[in-house]
């Protein structure tokens, strides 16, 4: 009877890997699709400066809303599409689309400082990337200012010297570099030491838990003390109240992101903020 049960689990254990696998298999089919299809469209959210409230500049986050059915998150399928390679295709069109709305905005007159994009670690690893970015900037008559890069820690820490190579260059040139989900990887701190980064963004976790955990507060005093040592500009990511609020104002953190201030938004939404048509967020001044 133990051993029936063994086996039955076993199986069933197999079925439900292989409908996962299916369903992966399927979705990926699904993102190449997508991508012909205009399946796709970036977000922006806002990174508001801690001490004055401004809106300094948006992160633009990807969303896939199928033709049919409910919309897929980037949680789920950013790691399949850096698995299939797609992300090549995927990024290039993130990076493009951000540079025409940066440009757009730009022309329109609206101050933001500029857009970053999340750069996957495959992506990096492309001989061609540096190019890549370059040229984008070129057609839309853009300098680096106008676009930063986030990668997250883990990225870096895995980065080889090609990568690392890219990124300098990046960096040379005035690129903005953050470290995305800073706390979260596997990391020795001495890694800070090498890395061509601008901006340190403290992972969500860290935030969401400091109000009521000691632990996640000596964590996140600790990382702004080291991002401004290193000169790193800190931001504090997935902001949801105003505990964490006054929580990362007495870090002197830099700036904030996060629901309590904006949630992700479409180009047209987004642009309404900007132009002022809607005012602010419960009191980021105050
Ligand atoms: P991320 O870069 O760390 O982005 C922040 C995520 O936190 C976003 O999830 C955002 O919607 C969410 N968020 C923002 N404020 C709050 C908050 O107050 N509370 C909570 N609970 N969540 C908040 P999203 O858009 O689902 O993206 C998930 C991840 O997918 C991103 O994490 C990023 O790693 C990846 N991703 C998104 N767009 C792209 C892209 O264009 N390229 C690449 N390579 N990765 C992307
Ligand atoms: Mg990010
Ligand atoms: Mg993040
Ligand atoms: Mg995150």
């Known amino acids: 009877r133990a051993k029936l049960d063994g086996y039955g689990s076993v199986w069933f254990y197999d079925q439900k890997l292989h409908d996962e696998l299916l369903y992966q298999h399927r979705l990926v089919d699904r ?3 997508a991508l012909d299809n205009g399946e796709f469209a970036l ?25 049919e059915g409910p919309p897929i ?16 295709r995927l990024g290039d069109w993130v990076m493009e689309a951000a540079c025409q709305q940066r440009a757009l905005w730009r022309d329109a007159g609206l101050a933001i ?7 996957s670690g495959r992506q990096m690893s492309r001989p061609d990337i540096f190019q890549r970015f370059a040229d984008c ?3 839309h008559d853009l300098g ?3 676009i930063g890069l986030e990668l997250t820690e883990n990225v870096l820490i895995e980065a080889d010297d090609r990568v690392l190579e890219g990124l300098r260059r990046l960096y040379d040139l005035g690129f903005r570099i953050a470290i995305d989900d800073f ?9 800070l030491k090498h890395f061509p980064v601008t901006a340190l963004k403290i992972d969500r976790t860290f935030v969401r838990d400091a109000p009521e955990q000691p632990e996640d507060r000596a964590i996140m005093e ?10 790193l500009e800190v931001v504090a990511e997935g902001v949801e109240n105003r505990e964490q609020l006054t929580l990362i104002r007495e870090m002197h953190c830099d700036l904030a992101q996060g629901f309590y201030f904006f949630r992700p938004m479409p180009a047209l939404e987004m642009e309404r903020v900007l132009g002022g048509l809607v005012t602010g967020h419960p009191g980021v001044s105050g």
């Open 31 to 33: 993102l190449a699709e």
């Open 43 to 67: 977000h922006y959210q806002p990174q508001v400066s801690v001490a004055s409230g401004r809106i300094e500049h948006l992160e633009a986050l990807l969303r896939w809303q199928p033709a």
């Open 73 to 88: 998150s980037p949680a789920e399928f950013i790691p399949l599409a850096e698995r299939s390679g797609l992300i090549h």
């Open 113 to 119: 400082e500029r857009i970053d994009i999340n750069v």
């Open 137 to 139: 900037l070129a057609r």
């Open 144 to 146: 680096p200012r106008d």
């Open 183 to 191: 706390g979260t990887g596997y990391s020795s701190l001495s890694y």
């Open 222 to 231: 600790a990382a702004v003390f080291i991002g401004h040592r290193l000169g």
